[in-house]
């Protein structure tokens, strides 16, 4: 079963940073991209960042470009979201998200996991 | 990066039929066809429904269709069943190399 894990979430005061992870299983991560996407509470579907299979290619939304990392370590099948400069409106549930087609990216997100929750408060 | 504009909510009669619109620009629905729509469900993760402007992944029902013409993508829900009640949204690429989310509409089986 293709399954996603995120983990990682939790307070953190503004200015302040957090790694994210996710834990992939039943499929071959390296040959997918992988995507975070946060939702705020009550709020819509945000796009935040994406990663080619071989990690080479990366994409970030304006929003968190330059602040936030995206990387992923295909011996552990596991895929990472370092957030630094944390802000309040940064406060969301983040999941991470597989692609449908292998080799391509084109955040088609067939799989995601179920979240975690990162609140940025004082 | 703006969001794509949809409708916050639609609503309808189970056996009808709805459309949800999607509103962008030259730089991201008009300019690609790396459009895609997704369905979530309250507490439950989104589930892809439409990619490629119109493709369904295995195992949708082909109750759902989707469409674009110009600047605008459209979703179809034919057949409306209670089931369908759920937030939808629209995805598109964008020129930047980036993508982007609708809004989000609201659909209500009445």
């Known amino acids: 079963e293709v399954q996603l894990l995120e983990s990682g979430g939790g307070l953190v005061q503004p200015g302040g940073s957090l790694r994210l992870s996710c834990a992939a299983s039943?499929?071959?991560?390296?040959?997918?991209?992988m995507s975070w996407v946060r939702q705020a509470p009550g709020k819509g579907l945000e796009w935040v960042s994406t990663i080619s299979g071989s990690g080479l290619s990366t994409y970030f939304a304006d929003s968190v470009k330059g602040r936030f990392t995206v990387s992923r370590d295909n011996s552990k099948n596991t895929l990472y979201l370092q957030m630094n400069s944390l802000r309040a409106e940064d406060t969301a549930v983040y999941s991470c998200a597989k692609d449908l087609r292998e080799q391509l990216v084109l955040n088609y997100m067939d799989v995601w996991g179920k979240g975690t929750t990162v609140t940025v408060s004082s | 990066q703006s969001a794509l504009t949809q409708p916050a909510s639609v609503s309808g009669s189970p056996g009808q039929s709805i459309t949800i619109s999607c509103t962008g620009t030259?730089?991201?629905?008009?300019?690609?066809?790396?459009v895609s729509w997704y369905q979530q469900h309250p507490g439950k993760a989104p589930k892809l429904m439409i990619y490629d402007v119109s493709k369904r992944p295995s195992g949708v029902s082909n109750r759902f269709s989707g469409s674009k013409s110009g600047n605008t993508a459209s979703l179809t829900i034919s057949g409306l069943q209670a089931e369908d009640e759920a937030d939808y949204y629209c995805?598109?690429?964008?020129?930047?190399?980036?993508?982007?989310f609708g809004g989000g509409t609201k659909l209500t089986v009445l």
């Open positions: 030259s730089s991201d629905v008009g300019g690609y066809n790396y």
């Open positions: 995805s598109s690429y964008t020129s930047s190399s980036t993508w982007v």
């Open positions: 039943g499929f071959t991560f390296s040959s997918y991209a």
